[in-house]
């Protein structure tokens, strides 16, 4: 089965780019993230004539997620229990969706930015990956949970987990992505149980998943790896090859990110 996930910045804008990617690759499983419509706008006549089933969970403009699969979608949750809230008047933002697509429980998840340290979108981007942590500890958890359960948590987590997931460190001084405190946040989900299977098969240095449109940035390979996926140990076990698919950053109106794809043996 091959699964993947993609930041898309705009699935509306992108359905043929998202349509000829799932074709050309033949995903099964695809975890969409910013796709930035309500789920009454999202595009999923052009999925499902491509023979995909989509769940969607977006409120508006920003944020938003999805899944789509042509291996089955069951047990769709919009956000997971206990996930943050944000804002004056406290929203439940549109940034995770789990559905079972062919025996594996994917979560489509778009953590939070952060913005600024200082700003209180930094503490809520901690909450939110420590309240996902502790749900995911639980899902595989003996006592509460189920121990073989296949999960894979794919996304845009917006953290550099090391410093040669950025082009220059010195660019990033005094801002988000690259803290102490968002990497152990990061690096909290290995003690959970879980594995970051993208860097286990894809360990190079510079192997970026994002390049920001500014600044010839992606011509320049000044670029970012904040797309990951944690899986459970009985997913690890069958993952085979990761690929990331730069090219996919080329062509007229491309995604900033790119997709990651995981494939895993039957």
Not at 49 to 67: I, L, R
Not at 93 to 109: F, K, N, P, Q, Y
């Amino acid at each position: 089965m091959r699964l993947a996930t993609w930041n898309i910045n705009s699935v509306r804008s992108r359905t043929d780019r998202a349509i000829a990617f799932l074709e050309r690759t033949g995903t099964d499983v695809l975890a969409l993230q910013e796709t930035k419509c309500k789920d009454e706008q999202f595009p999923r006549e052009a999925f499902e004539a491509a023979g995909y089933e989509v769940a969607t969970f977006g409120f508006s403009q920003w944020n938003g997620v999805a899944v789509v699969s042509r291996v089955g979608l069951h047990d769709v949750e919009r956000g997971f229990p206990g996930q943050p809230t944000f804002g004056e008047v406290p929203v439940l933002e549109a940034r995770a969706i789990g559905a079972t697509c062919g025996g594996v429980r994917v979560w489509s998840l778009y953590v939070p930015h952060g913005r600024a340290l200082g700003n209180p979108h930094y503490d809520y981007k901690l909450e939110f990956l420590r309240q996902l942590k502790d749900r995911a500890a639980e899902w595989i958890s003996p006592e509460s949970g189920d121990p073989m359960a296949q999960v894979a948590l794919m996304g845009d987590w917006n953290v550099a987990p090391t410093d040669t997931d950025v082009w220059d460190l010195a660019a990033f001084a005094g801002q988000t992505h690259v803290t102490p405190p968002e990497r152990a946040a990061f690096a909290a989900f290995a003690s959970a149980g879980y594995t970051e299977i993208t860097r286990e098969l894809v360990p190079e240095e510079r192997r970026y998943t994002y390049w920001d449109y500014q600044r010839l940035r992606f011509p320049r390979n000044e670029g970012m790896r904040i797309d990951f996926a944690y899986v459970s140990p009985t997913v690890a076990k069958r993952a085979e090859v990761v690929t990331i698919e730069r090219d996919e950053r080329k062509g007229r109106s491309p995604s900033d990110h790119v997709p990651v794809v995981l494939d895993l043996a039957e």
